[in-house]
């Protein structure tokens, strides 16, 4: 599976739309971005995940960069209970869900 | 109702011990994983399982092993504790091999 960057923290101020960057730059073709977060002291929570157009769900949006080689996890109205570690994981379908969680950014949502 | 519960939530044994941690899922998924996150909180995955195949991560140790009495359950056994094996270990289950993977709240493992 492709490598994939995050900046270590961001802040957001509650109530703002939190954007959330990630690098893929050695994604392939068939690779699918995934994001997935963490709370504190709970099991990772999926989010959203995409190959190359935009998503939007009920939790956030994804914005894929028309070459693949970057994304933007949007929470559109961050709230504080959206304070987490967000992880960005790039994996073909084939390899299911055998996902490493690398070191992810922690948002913190402040009031 | 919790979709994936695990059991214990905390445990604490010494060194050169066995145990077991548990796992049930109530989604009726087929496919079920254990996952390992250390002291830098890097979550690695140990182990994927449905009725039909194992698949281990070659980096985890024999000592470890997945024990599925049934599709909901998938425990985990781990012979000979080590120091090193410390860490929160969370199970996970997903329909299928491929979709969103639902997390337990995971076990604290700490051997002394």
């Known amino acids: 599976d492709a490598k994939t960057t995050q900046p270590t923290s961001m802040d957001c101020a509650e109530g703002r739309a939190a954007n959330l960057p990630c690098n893929h730059s050695?994604?392939?073709?068939?690779?699918?971005v995934y994001w997935y977060r963490q709370i504190h002291s709970q099991g990772p929570q999926y989010i959203i995940h995409?190959?190359?157009n935009n998503e939007t769900n009920e939790m956030a949006s994804l914005i894929i960069t028309e070459d693949r080689k970057s994304s933007t996890l949007i929470l559109p109205h961050a709230t504080l209970r959206d304070t987490a570690v967000y992880y960005c994981i790039v994996r073909t379908n084939n390899a299911g869900n055998m996902l490493t969680f690398g070191g992810g950014t922690r948002l913190m949502v402040k009031p | 109702d919790t979709a994936v519960s695990q059991t214990p939530k905390y445990l604490v044994t010494q060194m050169g011990n066995d145990k077991s941690i548990k796992c049930e899922q109530n989604l009726g998924h087929d496919t079920m994983y254990w996952y390992k996150q250390d002291s830098k909180k890097f979550l690695k995955i140990m182990f994927s399982?449905?009725?039909?195949?194992?698949?281990i991560n070659e980096t985890v140790p024999n000592r470890f092993s997945p024990k599925s009495p049934d599709k909901a359950h998938l425990n985990l056994h781990i012979n000979s504790l080590e120091l090193g094996d410390s860490a929160v270990y969370f199970c996970?289950?997903?329909?299928?091999?491929?979709?969103?993977?639902?997390f337990g709240q995971g076990t604290r493992l700490t051997v002394v």
């Open positions: 050695t994604i392939s073709g068939n690779e699918y």
């Open positions: 995409g190959l190359k």
């Open positions: 996970a289950s997903s329909q299928e091999f491929r979709g969103e993977a639902f």
């Open positions: 399982y449905n009725n039909k195949e194992l698949i």
